[in-house]
């Protein structure tokens, strides 16, 4: 019997993009098809992961000493955070925190940079806080991101895990801001609604019933490669 698969954001965009690569990804787990980062790549991702862990240290309570990070990239991004106009609600304050949730067979699961579960006036709200390095893209962009589709998802349906028994958290009092360093003053905000959810909710779960599919077929049968060859520069 097999283990479930953990759904991620890159494992559905993956999979909506090329199942094969999916196939070869997330079930065979081969390092191909993956593309070899190059000195510049490798020292980005390292960049963003020194960065991450400065933030966690900061809502974690703990002190941070700009002048002690040796990397004058990674000290910039640190002050432009520390001094940007970026709000964040006093209260709860979950720092790399993970939520997962079941979908047939398989899970769904999310890592939030921060997640701030809270309440206003007796109403239920999450807002959610992730931490971005890399080249700001737009609000039209991010807001059909799988990554943005599966967290704001993943909050509303954990919503009584969230809150004390009783109290119901509407999709319309969930958000996702985008914070990125060199737009420190202008986070990207993501709402959502009650409709949203709904049709995103669904379009999720009809990806995972797809998945789940193929899968049922020969496990030595190949899985359909994408229509679209532009994606093959990438493997």
Same mark, same amino acid.
């Given at each position: ?5 953990? *759904?991620?954001?890159? =494992? ?73 106009? *970026?709000?964040?609600? %006093? ?14 067979? %398989? ?17 239920? &709200? ?13 609000? =039209? ?19 009584? =895990? ?15 801001? &985008?914070? &990125? ?18 049709? %995103? ?14 899968? =049922? ?19």
């Amino acid at each position: 019997m097999r283990e479930p698969l953990l *759904l991620d954001q890159t =494992a559905l965009a993956t999979f909506e993009t090329c199942p094969r690569r999916f196939q070869l990804r997330d079930l065979e787990r081969l390092p191909w098809p993956a593309t070899p980062l190059d000195q510049k790549q490798s020292l980005a991702v390292e960049r963003g992961r020194h960065f991450h862990r400065l933030v966690e240290r900061h809502f974690l309570g703990l002190p941070v000493d700009s002048e002690a990070i040796d990397d004058d990239v990674v000290r910039d991004w640190w002050q432009r955070f520390a001094h940007s106009s *970026l709000k964040v609600p %006093n209260g709860k304050r979950w720092p790399e925190h993970r939520l997962t949730i079941p979908a047939a067979d %398989n899970f769904l699961i999310g890592r939030f940079d921060l997640l701030v579960p809270g309440e206003e006036d007796g109403t239920p &709200y999450v807002q959610i806080f992730d931490w971005k390095t890399s080249r700001p893209r737009s609000g =039209a962009d991010l807001k059909s991101a799988w990554q943005t589709r599966l967290y704001l998802a993943l909050v509303a349906e954990s919503g009584q =895990a969230l809150f004390p028994e009783g109290q119901v958290l509407s999709a319309d009092r969930i958000s996702l801001t &985008y914070w &990125y360093p060199h737009e420190a003053d202008q986070p990207q905000i993501v709402a959502y609604s009650e409709g949203e959810h709904r049709q %995103n909710w669904q379009a999720i779960q009809e990806l995972v019933a797809e998945i789940q599919a193929i899968e =049922a077929l020969d496990a030595e049968e190949e899985w359909p490669l994408t229509g679209d060859w532009s994606h093959c520069r990438h493997c």
